[in-house]
């Protein structure tokens, strides 16, 4: 199995990426931001409770999200992989993920971050915001929070895979194209 967990801070091109490398790679892509939004769509009572914390651009609570990948997981039982975009978002998570992988008999094969600056990644986001209808990216502020809670409770599992030595990063400013090559060539070499 190919198991990707596609990292990098809000704005940095991981769910555009995930939809080109669902294609090539036939893997189900596991968006846990894409999963709470439908969840708030569909008027849940998990989705009227994330609803307020993503609108001010902080995290939800980890058994929330990990709950919902568990879940997601044992109704996918003949995937070639998974695509992780957006999850696991803290340490705690992602110990939780490779528990829930384990007892798959599966494991993750690699980190890919892409790194984008501040200034493009807040660029980004204000432009998609202006006709997204995604609450939060209408309001600098929430914007500036979501990038904040990244620095302090996301960036951590980075090392967290670099423990095991499966970090790699790559640049993610330029053409969508050519950082879909970029992530290729490090896939080619799990
Ligand atoms: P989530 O939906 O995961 O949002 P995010 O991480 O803040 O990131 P985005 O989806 O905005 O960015 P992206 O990296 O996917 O970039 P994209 O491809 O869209 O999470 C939302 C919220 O849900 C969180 O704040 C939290 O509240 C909650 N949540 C989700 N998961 C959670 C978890 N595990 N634990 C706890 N809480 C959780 O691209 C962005 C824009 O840039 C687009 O307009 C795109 O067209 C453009 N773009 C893409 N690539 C390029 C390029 N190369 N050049 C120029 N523009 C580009
Ligand atoms: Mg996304």
Do not use: C, W
């Amino acid at each position: 199995m190919l198991n990707l967990v596609l990292f990098g801070p809000p704005g940095a091109g991981k769910g555009t990426q995930s939809q080109k490398l669902i294609d090539k790679y036939q893997l189900v892509h596991l968006s846990t931001g894409d999963i709470l939004r439908s969840e708030i769509a569909q008027g849940t009572t998990l989705g009227g409770e994330a609803k307020k914390l993503m609108n001010q651009g902080m995290l939800v609570p980890d058994e929330v999200v990990i709950r919902m990948i568990s879940n997601k997981l044992d109704s996918n039982p003949n995937a070639k992989g998974f695509i992780f975009d957006g999850f696991p978002r803290t340490v705690a998570q992602a110990e939780a993920l490779d528990e829930l992988l384990e007892t798959k008999s599966s494991s993750i094969s690699g980190m890919i971050a892409l790194e984008v600056n501040d200034d493009e990644l807040e660029k980004r986001l204000l432009m998609r915001g202006k006709q997204s209808g995604r609450p939060d990216d209408a309001n600098p502020e929430v914007i500036h929070n979501r990038i904040v809670e990244y620095n302090s409770k996301t960036t951590p599992v980075a090392n967290y895979y670099k423990e095991q030595n499966k970090f790699t990063s790559i640049n993610g400013i330029g053409t969508i194209d050519e950082i879909f090559s970029s992530i290729g060539n490090v896939i080619d070499q799990f």
